[in-house]
Structures are given as structure tokens and as C-alpha cells.
């Protein structure tokens, strides 16, 4: 690791036990494919064929020869017991009788048994390992109980990829159980607590299925890495990878082309940060933060690498942007009533906000587009719409519907540095 990204991570105050401390836990769909298909394989007893085999070190290669002498031993008994415990007690080491049986050394025996004694099963107990014939309708018990522990296993490990496969509608969020996501601290303590959570978490995925765009800034190398933790190895090809992306997600915004097309004319800077700050002194589209949530309203304070932070100005210079190129490559002679001026509204008059390009967003953020100045606004809520604000020609009040041809020239184009293409076509 270099040194300078050593003192940007120590300058943001990056702590590297966090991710295993609190870290959220995630699971790729191929991932969890190999999950299923190692236990699949252990509970049907199927022995790992290359497991033994690769195994070259004197010591281990030792254990496994005297545990194998041992069940042959046993098996060889005209009177015996009906299992074999097998425990540290078996050897000699006086390191090995205090600490018993370390996970590989417990590994070794049990793939030792499906290989050599497949009419034999082994178990974990308590400091040993038991040997006994195998019994259909025990061993089928204790392949239940285990894919009960496996999959509510597998449900908490996933993580965070739940909230991926909502947003791009996939079946998996619809089996699963967020009350696995708790702990036994964490977990709510009583039956209504626990109704109630299932109750959000409706609504949470009602909300994931309406249409996703995914809006970021120089977003392509975040796409690659989006893919590798939650879908798995990357595709072979290029074009492969744009035909996976764009399934996923049909319109993708990067404000980065957005700011290098307007850049050609006004030279615009293009890192987020400077976007943020050369354009919040644009009248028109007003953005404004809830008075509840005020923590990055201001635009001279910087949380640099805060999420909630950089997700709040990828929507600022989004919102500003579009409205600004949307003004530039709109035609000179426009309709009556074009969606992209302001009405007046007078000062007692109700009127609905004419403007095609507010539809699907009022939709999605659940908002009111029939305003007025006399009309109540919830507790806390900032006014959008002004008294006497001057009407502006130039530049829409909102940013252009996901739907207009707008998109079909500015979205699915992402900046690719580097390259002699430069940008990449979903």
C-alpha cells in the first residue's frame, strides 16, 4: 500500500478492525451458489475429492494415518461398541490433550470417514468426534437441524445484498426474513415490536419496486465493484458487462458525463465537490434541504467520503445539471405552457405546476404537485415555491422527466478515464 493512502485514510479517520467489528456482512449470488452446493455436499456425506489429497505436511499426514488406524481398529472388533469417540486422548502431545481438537484437524477426520468408511458417519461433540453406522432416519434429522442453522446462517451473511436485489427487483428479497438481521441484543423484545418490524420492512420492499435509476458520479468503476461484491466474477468481455448492467438497471446517470458535455462549453470542473460549489449559486432548480435533516445544507461545510454526504451533492449537481443542459438543448420556439417555464401563480389562486418533467419525481418522493401559496406544508418542510419569484425562460424548475428523450441523449453514458473510447454505452 502506498504511503499517501495510508495518511488519506488516517486523515478521514479509517479504523481497519471496523469492517469486522460492525461491519455489514455480504454475500455475492455466486457466493452463495458455492454455499449451497458445500453443503449440499457435506450433508449428502459426498466426500471432497481434492481435500486429502492436498494435504503434504508430515504432521497432519500423520494424524490423518493414525486416525484412520484407529476406525479400522475399531471396525475389526468382534465386540464392540456400537460408536467410536475420538478425542485428543488418542495421542500423546501434551499441547493437543489441553486444547483438543483444533476446526482442521475435526475437518480431517470427517472427510478421513466419507472417503475411506462411507457406511460410517461422523458428528461433533463436545472435545471428540464420534463414529458410528450410518442410520437413514438419524442422519436425515441432523441434515435438517443443520439446514435450518445453514440457511438462517446464510440469510444474515447475504446482508446487504438484500438491498441490491430490491433494487433491481430480483425474487430474493421476497423470502427473506428480516428478523434474521438481529441479534439476541439487538432483536425486539416483544410480539408487536416484532410485528412492526415486518411492517416497515413491507413497505421498504413496496417502495424497492418501483423503477430504479442509479445516479453517481464517475460511477463506472463503482459499477465494476458493485458487480464483483453482489453478483459475483466479473463478465469475460466489455460487452457483457454492459448487457448485465443495463438489465439491471435500465437508466444510469453519470454526473461526470453530464458535467464534461456542459464542460465543452463552459469549462466546467468535473470532480463532485467543485461541481457542488460552481453551481449552488444557480436561482433555478431551488433545492433545499428538509429543516429536519439540515446537516449538509450548508455548502461551505465538507464531509468529505461521508456517504450521506456524497449521496446529498450527486443529487444537488444532478438536479442543477440536467435543468441546465435540458435549457441549453432546448428548441427556441417552445409550445404554449412549456413544462420548462415557471407559472405565475398570484397570490390567492390555486394552480397545479404545469410541468411534464415533475411527474415521475413527484411520484417517487411522494410529492404534492398541486401547490399553492395559501396551502399548508407538513411540519418542518420548507416552501418550495416562493412568492413574486421571477419566472425564469432559461432553466426548468425540475429536472427532466426519466421518461423524455433527455435521457435518451444523457443517460447510460459513463465516463471511463483512461481509455480511447472515454465513455462507455449501456
Known amino acids: 500500500m502506498q504511503s499517501s493512502s495510508v495518511a488519506f485514510l488516517q486523515v478521514h479517520g479509517f479504523q481497519i478492525e471496523k469492517p469486522f467489528t460492525i461491519g455489514v456482512p455480504y454475500l455475492s449470488h455466486y457466493e452463495e451458489v458455492l454455499a449451497r452446493a458445500e453443503e449440499s455436499r457435506i450433508n449428502g456425506n459426498i466426500p471432497n475429492p481434492d481435500f486429502l489429497s492436498r494435504i503434504f505436511d508430515p504432521a497432519q499426514l500423520a494424524f490423518i494415518t493414525k486416525i484412520k488406524a484407529t476406525i479400522t481398529e475399531w471396525l475389526g472388533m468382534e465386540e464392540k461398541p456400537n ?169 444510469i446517470i453519470d454526473t461526470k458525463y453530464l458535467a464534461a458535455q456542459l464542460g465543452k462549453t463552459s469549462g466546467l470542473r468535473s470532480s463532485l465537490t467543485g461541481l457542488d460549489l460552481e453551481l449552488k449559486d444557480m436561482p433555478l432548480p431551488r433545492v433545499e434541504c428538509h429543516a429536519h435533516h439540515l446537516r449538509y445544507s450548508c455548502h461551505e461545510q465538507f464531509f468529505g467520503h461521508e456517504a450521506g454526504f456524497d449521496s446529498c451533492i450527486t443529487a444537488r449537481v444532478l438536479i442543477r445539471l ?82 423524455t428523450p433527455f435521457w435518451q441523449s444523457y443517460g447510460n453514458r459513463l465516463m471511463v478515464n483512461g481509455t480511447i473510447e472515454h465513455v462507455c454505452h449501456l
Do not use: W
Open 322 to 403: 440536467s435543468a441546465k443542459l435540458e435549457a441549453l438543448n432546448r428548441p427556441e420556439t417552445q409550445p404554449e405552457k412549456s413544462g420548462g417555464d415557471l407559472i405565475d401563480f398570484g397570490e390567492d389562486t390555486d394552480a397545479e405546476i404545469v410541468n411534464p418533467y415533475s411527474r415521475e419525481l413527484a411520484e417517487v418522493f411522494g410529492i404534492d404537485l398541486s401547490l399553492s401559496n395559501t396551502q399548508s406544508k407538513p411540519d418542518g418542510m420548507l416552501n418550495p415555491v416562493g412568492n413574486n419569484r421571477p419566472i425564469n425562460t432559461q432553466i426548468s424548475d425540475f429536472i427532466p422527466g426519466f421518461e
Open 83 to 251: 460408536f467410536l469417540n475420538i478425542g485428543p486422548d488418542y495421542f500423546d502431545h501434551a499441547r493437543q490433550l489441553s486444547r483438543g481438537f483444533t476446526l482442521i484437524e475435526r475437518q480431517f477426520i470427517h472427510e478421513l470417514v466419507k472417503a475411506e468408511f462411507p457406511h460410517l458417519a461422523s458428528h461433533n461433540l463436545t472435545g471428540y468426534v464420534r463414529v458410528n453406522f450410518r442410520d437413514t432416519h438419524r442422519e436425515a434429522a441432523i441434515a435438517k437441524y443443520n439446514a435450518g442453522i445453514f440457511e438462517a446462517t446464510l440469510q444474515r451473511q447475504i446482508g446487504l445484498r438484500y438491498l441490491f436485489d430490491g433494487m433491481i427487483h430480483s425474487d430474493g428479497l421476497e423470502n427473506f426474513n428480516i428478523l434474521s438481521c438481529f441479534t439476541r441484543k439487538t432483536a425486539p423484545k416483544t410480539h408487536g415490536d416484532q410485528q412492526r418490524v415486518v411492517e416497515q420492512f413491507k413497505e421498504v420492499k413496496e417502495k424497492l419496486r418501483r423503477p430504479t435509476v442509479l445516479v453517481g458520479h464517475n460511477v463506472f468503476t463503482d459499477l465494476v465493484n458493485f458487480y464483483a461484491c453482489f453478483i459475483g466474477p466479473l463478465p469475460a468481455t466489455v460487452e457483457g458487462f454492459q448487457k448485465d448492467i443495463h438489465s439491471f438497471f435500465p437508466l
